[in-house]
């Protein structure tokens, strides 16, 4: 008899592992005649996005709206729901896209889907917005854009390039430079822009931010000459049925121009929550 041997303290006895093979299935999608493969048990609505096809979601994959359907034209699959298609639907083959799983290779047809058009029409829209208060520029938001003049390096004066811009830029405008900020982006910029320019630049600066009110200034970006004389500012606006867009003249306040564009989420879920459930 062999005398039966224990693993040694701080080791672990080998486990047996056991893989189970998923079988893949080929779907394919029409009229877009589009082949993809995926393992047994995907939705068709998974399917379909891997196959780069946008099907129509507006409950987030709930399988309350029916607005997915699509017809099994070959090929087994498993309907998990059925609650929004009629019997006749069924014997013509119709599935749920977000509740039908691939289980053999498929053959599908995606009816024309219901379009997510623009239809946000210019007169519903104010022409122009007007601010509620009187609009000072450099009480009201914290974009600044100032005109330097640096003065060149030389053998007697080697300061280094943002040294030398925060220097001059104190003693032209008074700001408190010596705090000054930048991001490596802009530092990457600065020495190019300063020698193409001839030391002639106007900075742009975003003095102070809602969590520091007391700065730092920050450089953003760095302008060749006096580019003082205009200003513009984007604000976004994310709503859950439309992106708008306002092009802002933060010199006088004045709202420029407007874009709007629904939100494509909205092929996901008409709602937030059926946009959460979805993701």
């Known amino acids: 008899m062999c005398p039966q041997t224990s693993p040694r303290a701080g080791h672990r006895a080998p486990t047996l592992t056991r893989r189970i093979a998923v079988a893949n299935f080929k779907v394919t999608f029409q009229p877009q005649d589009q082949e993809v493969e995926v393992p047994e ?25 029916g607005r997915c359907a699509v017809v099994v ?33 498929v053959v599908v047809s995606i009816p024309p889907q219901e379009k997510i058009e623009r239809r946000l029409p210019s007169a519903q829209r104010a022409a122009k917005v007007e601010l509620p208060f009187a609009y000072d520029p450099l009480r009201d938001q914290s974009i600044r854009k100032l005109y330097v003049e ?17 220097r001059d830029l104190q003693a032209q405008h008074g700001v408190d430079a010596q705090r000054m900020t930048a991001d490596l982006p802009a530092l990457q910029r600065l020495g190019p822009a300063l020698r193409e320019a001839e030391w002639k630049v106007t900075l742009v600066l975003e003095m102070d931010t809602w969590a520091s009110p007391e700065g730092p200034p920050r450089l953003v970006d760095i302008l060749p000459g006096d580019q003082t004389g205009s200003l513009w500012g984007a604000a976004v606006d994310i709503g859950t049925t439309s992106n708008v867009v306002y092009l802002v003249d933060l010199l006088t306040g004045n709202v420029v121009d407007t874009a709007s564009e ?3 989420q909205i092929a996901r879920g008409e709602d937030v929550i059926s946009r959460i459930i979805y993701a």
């Open 41 to 65: 048990g995907t939705l068709i609505g998974e399917a379909a996005t891997k196959a780069g096809i946008e099907l129509n979601m507006p409950c987030g994959g709930q399988g309350r709206c």
């Open 73 to 105: 034209e070959e090929g087994e699959v498993d309907r998990r729901s059925v609650a929004r298609l009629s019997q006749e639907a069924l014997e013509e083959g119709y599935a749920l896209a977000c509740q039908t799983a691939v289980m053999g290779d």
């Open 150 to 166: 640096v003065e060149p390096p030389s053998l007697a004066d080697n300061t280094d390039d943002f040294a030398r811009l925060k």
């Open 262 to 264: 629904y939100n494509r």
